[in-house]
């Protein structure tokens, strides 16, 4: 009796293991099934380029917040970091005649700027990263609306054509996010960047003692993530041809439920770029697709979403609480000075 009770414990234990680390794999396996049935047209080529078409902008944002999340910390500025930087492109090409290059190049400095000063807030005045970026994300927001006078502005033709632009079937904006997915996804399991990332996440002073330099991490994480905000932006901007104060808003939640949903803990030191913030990126996607093949009401989304970000969020905080035994940890390389 005590051995069926043993045996009993350790299936229940074993299979909520399993659902906890392994549950939104099972969730998007099952969406799409139920999808695939209940929808024709969605189970096809054209659906699925479509499908990552809309969700490449994320892809990109979601690799930079990814790195912070990593680290034990957090963004939630990009969403305005990405409105801003698309409003300053917007009326620099529109009104100003700078050629999309230049302005391009103005944006990823701006991008990278606000990055850094969300570092520097956050590693010098050591002030909480939700906090830091949380002003930051209204201050930035402000900034957008005051130079667009919250009015949409098109982009010029020539630039909104960009939008579309494909290699055969496939849009360039999943080529571009699916490499910069690839490269950030490099940066963190091949270099000792990424393994620092991991480090810092897992145990601050553990890594300090290491000889890591923590605030110089700390510090680039931010800049890439303000960067790759930047970028996503920009995918968002040729995709809508038109800087609109609905850009970017309520972004940094979706990014931060897309991080969870894809593994990467809130409480740091545990993640990955591929397959994790990609599996994250595309369960939200493929839900919200497959409500509008089912002519669900457009807030019924917003619903679904709501109610994903709460499950994930909780079973990250259980998933957090389970003993450290699937997991590998590689010693991070220690830095020869500093």
Known sequence: MVQGTQI???NLTTLRDFLLRQGFNV?????VVFYALTAPRFFTVANFISLLHAAAPMMVIASGLALVVMTGKLDISVGSTAFLTTSVGTILMVRNGVDPITTLVILLAIGALIGAVNGLIIVVLKISPLIATLGTMIIVRGIGLEITKSTTISL??????LGNASIGPIFVDILIALAIMVIIHLVHTRTSFGRWLIALGNDQDTAARLGIRVNTVSFMSFVLSGLLATIGGVLTLVQVGAASPSIGSGLEFTAVSVIVIGGISLFGGEG?????ALRGVLILEIIRNGLNFLGADPYAYRFVNGAIIFIAM?????RARLPVTTRTFEAPDTPKSG
């Open 27 to 31: 969730v998007l396996v099952v969406v």
């Open 8 to 10: 009993n414990r350790f």
């Open 272 to 276: 990955s770029i591929l397959p994790g």
């Open 156 to 161: 010029p033709e020539e630039v909104r054509r």
């Open 314 to 318: 909780y079973a990250d905080s259980l």
